[in-house]
C-alpha cells in the first residue's frame, strides 16, 4: 500500500509541474485515450488534428499539431491537461486503470468522452467503477462550456442523426469541478473529422469544432 501511494504522489508531482507550465506557456499537448475491451478507441483518426489546427487558429492557442496516443493505466497521462474518448464498442478498465484515472481526474485532468454511436452503456459502467460515489449529470444551457468563445444558447449542436434523439451533454462533478465530459446523440468527434469522411456540410462542421474549441477553453482557462 505504502509503495502504491508513493507511485500515486509521484504521478500527482508531476501532473501539476506540468500542468503549471502549460497554464504559463499556453502550449500544450492533448491526448486520445487507449482503452482495452475491443472498442475502436482509434476511430476518427483526423478529428483531434482538425481540432487542434481549428484552436490555433481562432484561439490562438499553441497546441501540439499531433495529438498522443495514450493509455487508461499509464503515467504518461499525467502530461495532458485534455484527453479525449471515443469509439463505438465495449470498454474495460482494470482495476489499476480505474485508481489511474481517477487520480488523473482529481488532479486537475479533464476527460471528453464522445459517443460516437454505441458507447453509452460500457462507458457509464467503467466511469462508475472509476467515480462508484458519482453519478452523470445533465448539464444545463448556461453552463460555461456552452459559452466560451462560442456562443452555444440551446446546447449541444446536433451533428450525426442515430435515434432521434437531442444530443445531451453529461457530466461528472468531482468537489464542485467538472472533471468528465460526455457528449451524447451528438457526434462532435465525427464533426471534427476531414468533411470527404462524412460528407458534413461546412456549416455543420463549423458548428462541430466551434464546440470543440469551447471545451478546450474551458479546460485551459475557465477549467
Not at 488523473?104 to 485532468?109: A, F, K, N
Not at 453509452?120 to 458519482?134: A, D
Request: with cysteine.
Amino acid at each position: 500500500m505504502a509503495e502504491f501511494n508513493l507511485k500515486m504522489m509521484k504521478k500527482l508531482l508531476i501532473f501539476i509541474f506540468l500542468l503549471l507550465i502549460s497554464f504559463v506557456s499556453w502550449g500544450q499537448k492533448i491526448a486520445l485515450l487507449k482503452y482495452h475491451g475491443g472498442g475502436d478507441w482509434y476511430s476518427n483518426p483526423t478529428s483531434l488534428p482538425n481540432l487542434i489546427a481549428f484552436c490555433n487558429k481562432n484561439l490562438s492557442t499553441n497546441i501540439d499539431k499531433e495529438p498522443a496516443a495514450v493509455e487508461v493505466g499509464s503515467a504518461d497521462i499525467f502530461q495532458y491537461p485534455f484527453v479525449h474518448m471515443t469509439g463505438h464498442g465495449n470498454v474495460v478498465f482494470s482495476d489499476d486503470e480505474a485508481k489511474n484515472l481517477r487520480l488523473y481526474l482529481i488532479s486537475g485532468g479533464f476527460l471528453h468522452i464522445d459517443d460516437n454511436y454505441g458507447l453509452n452503456p460500457f462507458v457509464r459502467k467503467q466511469m462508475k467503477v472509476v467515480f462508484p460515489e458519482l453519478e452523470f449529470v445533465e448539464l444545463p444551457y448556461n453552463h460555461p462550456i456552452f459559452h466560451q468563445k462560442y456562443d452555444f444558447p440551446r446546447g449541444l449542436p446536433k451533428i450525426h442523426e442515430h435515434d432521434a434523439k437531442p444530443p445531451q451533454a453529461f457530466g461528472l462533478i468531482w468537489e464542485g469541478r467538472l472533471v468528465c465530459l460526455f457528449t451524447y446523440e451528438c457526434d462532435l468527434g465525427d464533426g471534427w473529422e476531414d468533411a470527404i469522411v462524412h460528407g458534413d456540410s461546412d456549416a455543420t462542421r463549423t458548428k462541430a469544432l466551434q464546440m470543440g474549441a469551447n471545451i478546450i477553453q474551458y479546460v485551459f482557462t475557465a477549467h
